[in-house]
């Protein structure tokens, strides 16, 4: 006990820091969803052949967007399932501005039972950040 009250600052520093490192592994989004970087998303995009699916509303998706992105706006989305079922055990990127409305299509996709969802951490800001291709239509 003497040890306890003799070194709580270094206890209460250990604890933090092992929380801190941990909370990578708990970072996930909606639905338990994983939050990708750019560069894991250049990756399941290239090896796994997964499909990117824009969120964001029309205007933004002209604007510029991911080369071969299917554009179906968060609030057409539970409407237009349908479209996306034969991608239902295949690998889908999600993404909109920022990251928040990514997360909450990604919330219904992963209700419609799709298996393989992935949100893109950042969304096309962090996207256009890293200096990655965009096309507008």
Request: with cysteine; proline share 4%; net charge positive.
């Amino acid at each position: 006990m003497e040890f306890f009250k003799e070194n709580v600052l270094l206890i209460g520093l250990a604890l933090g820091s092992g929380i801190m490192l941990l909370l990578p592994s708990f970072k996930k989004g909606a639905g338990g969803v994983p939050n990708l970087g750019t560069t894991e998303a250049i990756s399941l995009i290239n090896r796994n052949n997964a499909l990117v699916l824009d969120v964001r509303d029309d205007a933004e998706f002209a604007s510029g967007h991911i080369v071969d992105a299917k554009h179906i706006p968060l609030a057409k989305l539970a409407e237009r399932l349908n479209e996306l079922n034969k991608y239902k055990d295949k690998p889908i990127l999600v993404n909109c501005q920022r990251g928040m409305r990514s997360a909450k299509a990604c919330d219904i996709l992963r209700k419609a039972e799709f298996k393989q969802v992935n949100n893109l951490q950042g969304g096309l800001d962090a996207w256009i950040a890293a200096k990655l291709p965009v096309v507008k239509a």
